[in-house]
């Protein structure tokens, strides 16, 4: 029997009552959120439930919304469950002034480069990884440049103006 | 396209199938190298002189299609920026004609030589579930004999009208990415040549088609803004930042030549990308490089290296 996105819903309500929430199906992939605390909690159960089985990272990033507050920073978990070949996405949000959030890499061998990407980038304070330190970046830089306090043209430049491209 | 998900484009068929032959002859290009790489390393430089020729080949037809040879860059949303010419069609069955009996010689080479065989069984093993557990895709998780390739799990540009089989190695180990890598040519090869039937069926305005029916994303021909007033309109409209995104987030994956290439896209609105991230595989498998080389010898960790495959620009991307 394939995994619905409904049962997995069902399952994960079942267990984690109201902790869990924003459940959504943007292109028919289930998205769902849960409290920074919980993330290990959420993974371990999506792990070794008999019936999820969500075995296989694919991917771990960091997304920053300076609107928010106190939710800054979201870390975006995809799991794929290769037997039935479901995919879901699992959201954490945490304090831009202390993102602490718990390292998955207990669980995946993987994690361990994506959450140093992420720290790289975003500054995400993955507790208890064996080796946080910036992966892609000089190590002596002090800021993490994906956030979004950095605008993504240069501000020196007076020759553009935004009025003509439709930005004003 | 992951943005044409995002945007729920439909690419025409004739699309789809010219896909799948410049993402075929970039899967050979790439396990190519690869396993000639493998052979440099372990003291075989004939066969990387020999096959690069054919790669060669492979980036004429490219420079064909759109100009340039290794940063191919005619992928539009909902199709090609433009149809592809007849001396690209003549130079892919030159290459088609040319190269099985190339891959054969290559692969009698190496396969069943003693030294080759030597030097590459059981070093660089891993198991399938650590493999599972790094992350692996592509080649070298279905070397380790987990049979996932995204071509066959959650197809995309119509990989389901293909017959083709999936390799499977068992051990995990330099010897089997390689046997599995030459055997996905063989594959590729077949599924080109059945893409490539497929595109000659097309008959009348059907063979012409080369984009999806999406003006509002699609930049018109230069001939045509000059002489159309609707072409002029999109031209416009496209490059004045006209033209919005829907807001949602998505996850698209191919199985690119060394795994799962997958996008992740967020989009607020507007023009350009609230966040976009890779998931590059070259990234996540080199993690377990270090496990892979415990307690070898230096010269196979040369070699396990070069089995990985792995691609500076990727891995920084």
């Given at each position: 029997?394939?995994?619905?996105?409904?049962?997995?819903?069902?399952?994960?309500?079942?267990?984690?009552?109201d902790?869990?929430?924003?459940?959504?199906?943007?292109?028919?992939?289930?998205t769902?959120?849960?409290?920074?605390?919980?993330?290990?909690?959420?993974?371990?159960?999506?792990?070794?439930?008999?019936?999820?089985?969500?075995?296989?990272?694919?991917?771990?990033?960091?997304?920053?919304?300076p609107?928010?507050?106190?939710?800054e920073?979201?870390?975006?978990?995809?799991?794929?469950?290769?037997?039935?070949?479901?995919?879901?996405?699992?959201?954490?949000?945490?304090?831009?002034?202390?993102?602490?959030?718990?390292?998955?890499?207990?669980?995946?061998?993987?994690?361990?480069?994506?959450?140093?990407?992420?720290?790289?980038?975003?500054g995400?304070?993955?507790?208890?990884?064996?080796?946080?330190?910036?992966?892609?970046?000089?190590?002596?830089?002090?800021?993490?440049?994906?956030?979004?306090?950095?605008?993504?043209?240069?501000?020196?430049?007076?020759?553009?103006?935004?009025?003509?491209?439709?930005?004003? | 396209?992951?943005?044409?998900?995002?945007?729920?484009?439909?690419?025409?068929?004739?699309?789809?199938?010219?896909?799948?032959?410049?993402?075929?002859?970039?899967?050979?290009?790439?396990?190519?190298?690869?396993?000639?790489?493998?052979?440099?390393?372990?003291?075989?430089?004939?066969?990387?002189?020999?096959?690069?020729?054919y790669?060669?080949?492979?980036?004429?037809?490219?420079?064909?299609?759109?100009?340039?040879?290794?940063?191919?860059?005619?992928?539009?949303?909902?199709?090609?920026?433009?149809?592809f010419?007849?001396?690209?069609f003549q130079?892919?069955?030159?290459?088609?004609?040319?190269?099985?009996?190339?891959?054969?010689?290559?692969?009698?080479?190496?396969?069943?030589?003693?030294?080759?065989?030597?030097?590459?069984?059981?070093?660089?093993?891993?198991?399938?579930?650590?493999?599972?557990?790094?992350?692996?895709?592509?080649?070298?998780?279905?070397?380790?004999?987990?049979?996932?390739?995204?071509?066959?799990?959650?197809?995309?540009?119509?990989?389901?009208?293909?017959?083709?089989?999936?390799?499977?190695?068992t051990?995990?180990?330099?010897?089997?990415?390689?046997?599995?890598?030459?055997?996905?040519?063989?594959?590729?090869?077949?599924?080109?040549?059945?893409?490539?039937?497929?595109?000659?069926?097309?008959?009348?305005?059907?063979?012409?088609?080369?984009?999806?029916?999406?003006?509002?994303?699609?930049?018109?021909?230069?001939?045509?803004?000059?002489?159309?007033?609707?072409?002029?309109?999109?031209?416009?409209?496209?490059?004045?930042?006209?033209?919005?995104?829907?807001?949602?987030?998505?996850?698209?994956?191919?199985?690119?030549?060394?795994?799962?290439?997958?996008?992740?896209?967020?989009?607020?609105?507007?023009?350009?990308?609230?966040?976009?991230?890779?998931?590059?595989?070259?990234?996540?498998?080199?993690?377990?490089?270090?496990?892979?080389?415990?307690?070898?010898?230096?010269?196979?960790?040369?070699?396990?290296?070069?089995?990985?495959?792995?691609?500076?620009?990727?891995?920084?991307?």
């Open positions: 029997m394939a995994l619905s996105n409904e049962h997995i819903k069902q399952r994960l309500v079942e267990k984690f009552g902790q869990v929430s924003g459940f959504e199906e943007p292109y028919g992939m289930l769902f959120e849960a409290p920074r605390e919980m993330n290990l909690k959420v993974l371990n159960f999506l792990y070794d439930d008999a019936e999820l089985k969500f075995r296989f990272l694919t991917d771990i990033t960091g997304v920053h919304y609107d928010k507050t106190g939710q920073l979201a870390v975006v978990y995809h799991l794929h469950n290769l037997e039935d070949n479901v995919r879901i996405r699992f959201k954490v949000f945490a304090n831009v002034n202390q993102p602490d959030v718990y390292t998955a890499t207990g669980l995946f061998s993987a994690a361990n480069w994506m959450e140093r990407e992420t720290f790289d980038f975003f995400i304070n993955f507790v208890g990884h064996p080796n946080l330190k910036r992966i892609l970046n000089v190590e002596e830089m002090d800021y993490f440049p994906l956030r979004k306090e950095f605008p993504l043209e240069d501000q020196t430049r007076i020759d553009k103006d935004d009025e003509m491209f439709g930005r004003g | 396209m992951t943005c044409e998900k995002l945007l729920g484009v439909k690419t025409p068929k004739r699309v789809d199938y010219l896909r799948v032959i410049i993402m075929e002859l970039a899967r050979i290009a790439d396990h190519l190298i690869c396993n000639s790489i493998v052979g440099v390393d372990a003291g075989a430089y004939t066969g990387f002189l020999y096959v690069m020729q790669r060669e080949l492979i980036y004429e037809i490219y420079e064909e299609v759109c100009g340039a040879r290794l940063t191919t860059n005619i992928g539009r949303i909902g199709g090609f920026e433009r149809n010419n007849d001396i690209a130079k892919l069955e030159k290459f088609l004609k040319e190269y099985p009996a190339v891959l054969k010689e290559f692969e009698n080479l190496f396969q069943r030589n003693r030294i080759f065989m030597e030097r590459t069984m059981g070093t660089g093993a891993i198991s399938a579930e650590r493999a599972l557990n790094y992350g692996f895709t592509g080649p070298n998780l279905r070397a380790a004999g987990v049979d996932f390739d995204l071509r066959v799990h959650s197809p995309y540009s119509s990989y389901e009208d293909f017959q083709f089989n999936i390799p499977v190695g051990t995990g180990d330099n010897y089997d990415r390689w046997l599995v890598r030459n055997q996905e040519m063989w594959q590729s090869l077949s599924i080109i040549e059945q893409a490539y039937q497929k595109v000659q069926e097309f008959k009348g305005a059907e063979a012409e088609v080369y984009h999806a029916d999406v003006p509002e994303y699609y930049l018109p021909p230069k001939a045509d803004v000059y002489t159309k007033m609707e072409a002029l309109i999109w031209h416009f409209k496209i490059i004045m930042g006209e033209t919005e995104i829907p807001a949602g987030e998505v996850y698209h994956s191919i199985e690119a030549a060394n795994g799962e290439l997958g996008f992740y896209l967020i989009s607020d609105g507007g023009r350009s990308p609230y966040r976009l991230h890779f998931r590059r595989p070259c990234f996540v498998y080199y993690q377990a490089f270090e496990e892979l080389i415990k307690g070898s010898m230096l010269s196979d960790a040369i070699m396990t290296m070069s089995s990985l495959n792995l691609i500076a620009g990727e891995l920084d991307a």
